[in-house]
């Protein structure tokens, strides 16, 4: 079965400098959330979307900003980068309305690590 | 205010023995689901179990099933027989609200080392 995919899987990049992660969710979900695990954390919520439009907003910072295109991929761009940015950033997807699917799908994750 | 409380930062468990591995939870919405992840080491986060707040029976799952007790507002993750590949990093998070497309809050996980 397909999986949500993000990319890219690792990410290395200096501070000050910017970054663009991708998500891919699973067809016909229409409904993806980003989620940022710091080293030892726990996943913490960033922003959500339901057909192209913001429909929650967590702890994410103003430097950060992301979509939902027509094909319900998203994208998280991430500027002005800092150390304390270095973590997982996971994308996670599910079909909204459908009361059989309870559970969030969690994408592998994109490791960045800001020097 | 923590919305899931996990006060087992790890546990060490015998192969084929069962864990269980506690969360608490905090909210004052009726309708909310709970849920476990298993993140191994390699970073991936793995759905495991769901509880509707509603559902009348507790939820399993293969090797795991969830105690659930309302009231108390606990929801208690066991596995039972644990295997080597039963390590790892587990989450107890919830979605408040009826519908699912809610954000999840999770907890801070408890680590899981089962020995041979």
């Known amino acids: 079965a397909a999986g949500v995919i993000q990319s890219p899987r690792h990410l290395i990049k200096e501070k000050r400098e910017t970054a663009t992660l991708k998500c891919y969710p699973i067809?016909?979900?229409?409904?993806v959330y980003w989620y940022q695990q710091g080293p030892g954390q726990d996943p913490q919520f960033l922003i959500s979307?339901?057909?192209?439009?913001?429909?929650d907003k967590g702890s994410i910072p103003d430097r950060f900003s992301a979509q939902q295109f027509s094909d319900y991929h998203s994208e998280l761009n991430m500027s002005s980068l800092e150390l304390g940015d270095s973590a997982l950033y996971f994308c996670?997807?599910?079909?909204?309305?459908?009361?059989?699917?309870?559970?969030?799908?969690f994408g592998p994750g994109t490791r960045l690590t800001v020097l | 205010a923590q919305k899931i409380t996990q006060t087992q930062p790890g546990m060490f468990v015998q192969e084929k023995e069962a864990v269980t591995l506690d969360c608490t939870y905090d909210?004052?919405?009726?309708?909310?689901?709970l849920f476990w992840y298993k993140q191994p080491s390699s970073g991936e986060m793995i759905f495991l179990i769901y509880?509707?707040?509603?559902?009348?029976q507790n939820a399993t799952e293969g090797r795991y099933s969830l105690n659930f007790q309302k009231a108390r507002k606990s929801a208690n993750l066991v596995i039972s027989a644990s295997q080597l590949g039963d390590s790892a990093m587990y989450f107890c998070?919830?979605?408040?609200?009826?519908?699912?497309?809610?954000?999840?809050?999770f907890g801070a996980g408890t680590t899981v080392t089962v020995r041979a």
């Open positions: 509880q509707g707040s509603y559902d009348q």
């Open positions: 067809p016909r979900h229409d409904t």
């Open positions: 998070a919830m979605r408040e609200g009826h519908s699912n497309d809610y954000k999840l809050s």
């Open positions: 979307f339901y057909e192209k439009m913001q429909s």
């Open positions: 909210t004052s919405d009726p309708s909310y689901g």
């Open positions: 996670a997807s599910n079909p909204r309305g459908d009361r059989g699917h309870n559970e969030q799908f």
